[in-house]
């Protein structure tokens, strides 16, 4: 094992009481073990951690947390940690695997350093790809980029299906598609339905009822240019006497 998960707070609580010096050789006692996966042999075990002069330091520590056995040193703790971690690679074995249908023991598909394939997917696929919806017709330049750039603030991707759509939602209600782009940008819409415009346009003719039933039989009102008209009686006529 190049990697074990090393508890600060259970290794503190049992090793207070040891030296600065057999505190490091039980540290380098349990690197030798986790890197090699074996009982530690007592026979130049303090040379291979780097503590030959401290040979006695070393061999308390043995004595101590370990459990000396037929075939060495043994850590109880360690041999736990050990056996997960054989568990997780033998898993992740059987789990390639059965991903590639080949026994766990079988060499790998394709040598070490092997030329990559060749794919038609060399370009990534990113959410900045330019629009590629051309701009319909009856449809102005101006308004379409318009409608592209109200869609893009509004996270909305531009696919033909969505124009299709609009342009079918847009001859229900009897309006051009070019109209109706418009209405999208002028009121915020990322797309657009008949019944929108149907609601507002019965809206307003209910609006204008209501405002003819309020002005009828009222005149419109003259303006302050417009001077009274006299009664045929009292016109005289001028240039001349009474006839």
């Not at 707070?9 to 207070?16: I, L, N």
């Not at 308390?60 to 997780?88: C, H, W």
């Not at 038609?120 to 017709?137: C, E, S």
Request: glycine content about 6%.
């Amino acid at each position: 094992m190049h990697y074990f998960q090393f508890h600060i707070g259970d290794y503190k609580s049992h090793t207070h009481h040891l030296t600065v010096l057999e505190d490091i050789a039980y540290r380098r006692l349990l690197d030798h073990y986790y890197l090699h996966e074996a009982p530690i042999k007592q026979r130049d075990v303090a040379r291979q951690i780097g503590m030959r002069d401290h040979e006695q330091e070393v061999l308390s520590v043995l004595d101590e947390f370990f459990v000396s056995t037929e075939q060495g040193f043994i850590n109880p703790r360690a041999d736990a940690e050990i056996a997960k971690y054989r568990e997780m690679v033998d898993a992740g074995k059987r789990g390639a695997a059965k991903r590639w249908q080949s026994p766990p023991d079988s060499p790998p598909i394709a040598p070490p350093n092997a030329t990559p394939i060749a794919t038609n997917n060399h370009k990534p696929i990113t959410k900045n790809q330019k629009n590629t919806v051309a701009t319909p017709d009856g449809v102005t330049e101006s308004v379409w980029q318009d409608f592209l750039s109200l869609r893009k603030t509004k996270r909305a991707a531009v696919t033909q299906t969505a124009v299709d759509g609009i342009e079918r939602e847009a001859r229900k209600a009897g309006v051009s598609l070019q109209a109706a782009l418009e209405m999208c940008c002028q009121r915020g819409w990322t797309g657009f339905k008949a019944d929108w415009v149907a609601e507002k346009m019965s809206r307003a003719e209910k609006a204008q009822a209501n405002m003819h039933e309020l002005t009828r039989g009222l005149t419109a009102p003259k303006p302050f240019w417009a001077k009274p008209m006299l009664p045929t009686s009292d016109v005289v006529l001028l240039g001349g006497g009474e006839s």
